[in-house]
């Protein structure tokens, strides 16, 4: 599985939602929190993207010398619609400096740099240390996880479906979706629709819903590095299902 070091830092680098919370700045709006970029730098440090006028700027810039607290909190959403669909959230607190003449003109770069982060997802609650977030590598899937996922939903639903065969006893009566993806009329009070709910470099987890719900993993035969040896990966998962 990810170490809780390498999820929060895939949460940061990801195009998840994110808001900066400070100390004082309550009354912003949260639209004028949120960064219009982020990334971690080499020292483990998180880079924002504000707009220069932006409340998070301003406190910035007037505490100056003075460490100024900031938490950035990030809530991960499923980009398919299944049930509890908050995946997770991550908050990465530390103390934010301005870092003038980085970024274009009318916009201004933030450094938070990291004193404690905490992850609270689906593989559970962890505290993260900065050192190991600055050590840690962001999974290599962030980048296709919502487009592959949205693919599978709508394309490839009957062969997620399929997965439950995997499952044995716990899985019930498989119910087949409908176009829409929704469980069709007439099924088994024990029947469940899967819906793919989250990817990364080890498998893929799927939540089945019904009378019930549960997530399951379905785990690579070894992790995958690339696009390519994903789709190779999910092709041995659905012949493995299809048998």
Do not use: N
Not at 31 to 44: I, K, M, S, W, Y
Not at 160 to 184: F, H, I, N, S, W
Not at 185 to 195: C, M, S
Not at 201 to 230: I, Q, S
Request: hydrophobic share 40%; with cysteine; glycine share 8%.
């Amino acid at each position: 599985m990810p170490s809780a070091a390498e999820r929060t830092r895939t949460l940061v680098q990801s195009t998840c939602s994110a808001v900066l919370l400070i100390p004082g700045v309550e009354a912003a709006r949260p639209e004028q929190l949120t960064p219009q970029a982020r990334v971690v730098g080499t020292d483990g440090e998180v880079f924002l993207l504000f707009p220069a006028d932006s409340p998070a700027v301003r406190a910035a810039t007037h505490a100056q010398h003075d460490e100024l607290a900031a938490v950035l909190e990030i809530t991960d959403v499923a980009p398919v619609s299944v049930p509890h669909r908050i995946r997770g959230r991550a908050w990465v607190s530390g103390w934010l400096t301005c870092t003038p003449g980085v970024a274009e003109p009318g916009a201004m770069m933030l450094r938070l740099e990291v004193g404690e982060a905490y992850v609270d997802d689906l593989w559970g609650a962890c505290e993260v240390e900065p050192e190991d977030f600055a050590r840690a590598a962001c999974d290599p899937l962030v980048a296709h996880e919502t487009e592959v996922l949205q693919h599978l939903h709508s394309v490839h639903s009957e062969q997620v479906q399929e997965l439950c065969g995997l499952l044995g006893e716990r899985g019930g009566a498989p119910v087949a979706p409908d176009e829409g993806g929704e469980k069709t009329e007439g099924a088994g009070t024990q029947g469940l629709r899967a819906v793919p709910l989250a990817l990364d470099r080890f498998g893929l987890r799927v939540r089945f819903v019904g009378e019930r719900h549960f997530d399951a993993r379905f785990d690579f035969p070894t992790p995958v590095r690339d696009a390519v040896e994903l789709r190779r990966a999910m092709h041995r998962l659905f012949e493995a299902a299809a048998h």
